[in-house]
């Protein structure tokens, strides 16, 4: 599933924009999620909530939080997501590569650019995704690590805890997943014999417990072992360049 945003303040152009991502999707018969947003803010509100996308289509000009600043603030939480810029202002293309933007499509888009720019990212994303792989039932699953929220283990049983609410389960050591994820892209932290966080869907940090953020937006308490809170609170410090995340 290609989890796409389409960030424009010209609901016309966003359902133009969306329609074509599902004509090229058919096509190439790759499974696709849209969201619309009118406003960088808001796409930024969602993204510190949780929410995670593949591919972000994004606008230069916009009111509230213009398609720089917005990207700015994307960066600083999810660097894999591709942004593709679709703008008639060319003059700010000097300023879109401190945000590592994909491709710049200009207004009005040619159908075939986009049709390229769009496989161009489906071919990115499926080099760059990697999956965690784990046997249950007899059956060899994967899922994508950026999706792992986190992993919880009970009575020899690991639960995965998805962006999307799902659950998935296999029989297992803690232990173990700790160090094949160790030596991934992905930062987990080990905040507790029965927990292993990702990194980015950590929302905040108290003395005893973090908070992370699911994809549907809602959140979730998980505590720190007191043998633990001083490691967790200096990875966290050395994976935020030197910023801690407290309440």
């Given at each position: 599933m290609l989890r796409i945003a389409v960030c424009d303040d010209d609901k016309h152009f966003t359902g133009k924009l969306e329609e074509m991502a599902r004509r090229e999707a058919a096509k190439t018969g790759t499974s696709i999620d849209t969201e619309v947003y009118s406003d960088g803010a808001t796409l930024v509100a969602d993204i510190e909530k949780g929410y995670r996308y593949d591919l972000i289509f994004?606008?230069?000009?916009?009111?509230?939080?213009?398609?720089?600043?917005a990207a700015r603030q994307i960066r600083r939480i999810d660097r894999s997501a591709l942004l593709i810029y679709v703008s008639g202002y060319e003059q700010y293309l000097k300023e879109l590569f401190e945000v590592e933007p994909f491709r710049f499509l200009s207004k009005p888009v040619e159908e075939a650019k986009f049709q390229k720019y769009f496989r161009d990212a489906c071919a990115r994303i499926g080099e760059?995704?990697?999956?965690?792989?784990?046997?249950?039932?007899?059956?060899?699953?994967?899922?994508?690590?950026?999706?792992?929220?986190?992993?919880?283990?009970?009575?020899?049983?690991?639960?995965?805890?998805?962006?999307?609410?799902?659950?998935?389960?296999?029989?297992?050591?803690?232990?173990?997943?700790?160090?094949?994820?160790?030596?991934?892209?992905?930062?987990?932290?080990?905040?507790?014999?029965?927990?292993?966080?990702?990194?980015?869907?950590?929302?905040?940090?108290?003395?005893?417990?973090?908070?992370?953020?699911?994809?549907?937006?809602?959140?979730?308490?998980?505590?720190?072992?007191?043998?633990?809170?001083?490691?967790?609170?200096?990875?966290?410090?050395?994976?935020?360049?030197?910023?801690?995340?407290?309440?």
């Open positions: 994004l606008d230069i000009e916009m009111e509230k939080v213009n398609g720089i600043n760059t995704t990697t999956y965690y792989r784990f046997s249950f039932n007899k059956k060899i699953l994967k899922v994508a690590i950026q999706d792992i929220v986190y992993f919880e283990s009970r009575n020899r049983v690991v639960h995965i805890f998805m962006a999307n609410g799902s659950i998935e389960r296999f029989y297992g050591q803690l232990n173990s997943v700790e160090k094949e994820l160790s030596e991934g892209r992905q930062e987990f932290l080990r905040i507790h014999q029965s927990y292993l966080v990702n990194y980015s869907y950590i929302g905040k940090m108290s003395f005893s417990e973090v908070i992370v953020r699911m994809g549907d937006g809602t959140e979730k308490l998980l505590k720190i072992s007191e043998d633990r809170v001083k490691a967790v609170r200096a990875r966290l410090c050395d994976i935020a360049g030197g910023k801690a995340v407290e309440e």
